[in-house]
C-alpha cells in the first residue's frame, strides 16, 4: 500500500492537497509540516486587506486568520 503523505514518493492526493490549499490566494502562505518522512499537516494563512482606516492613512491595515488543513496522521 502506497502512503499518499510520504515524502519519498509524491502521490497525485498529496498534490492535489496542495493545489487546493494555494487555490485561490491572493495574500497568504502555505505551510506544509513534515513528521517522520510524512506530510503531517498542511495549514493555510491568510490575509485579508482592509480598507483605509481614514482618509490620511495610505497604508492598509492587515487581519491574519489561520485555517489549518485536516491533520494527517
Known amino acids: 500500500m502506497v502512503d499518499e503523505y510520504s515524502t519519498d514518493e509524491i502521490s497525485?492526493?498529496?498534490?492535489?492537497?496542495i493545489k487546493e490549499s494555494l487555490n485561490?490566494?491572493?495574500?497568504?502562505?502555505?505551510?506544509?509540516y513534515i513528521e517522520?518522512?510524512?506530510?503531517?499537516q498542511i495549514t493555510e494563512r491568510v490575509?485579508?486587506?482592509?480598507?483605509?482606516?481614514?482618509?490620511?492613512?495610505?497604508?492598509?491595515?492587515?487581519v491574519v486568520y489561520w485555517r489549518p488543513i485536516k491533520n494527517r496522521k
Open 12 to 17: 497525485e492526493a498529496l498534490i492535489a492537497t
Open 24 to 32: 485561490g490566494k491572493q495574500y497568504g502562505s502555505v505551510e506544509i
Open 36 to 40: 517522520g518522512g510524512r506530510v503531517a
Open 47 to 62: 490575509i485579508k486587506k482592509t480598507a483605509k482606516l481614514n482618509e490620511t492613512q495610505d497604508k492598509k491595515s492587515e
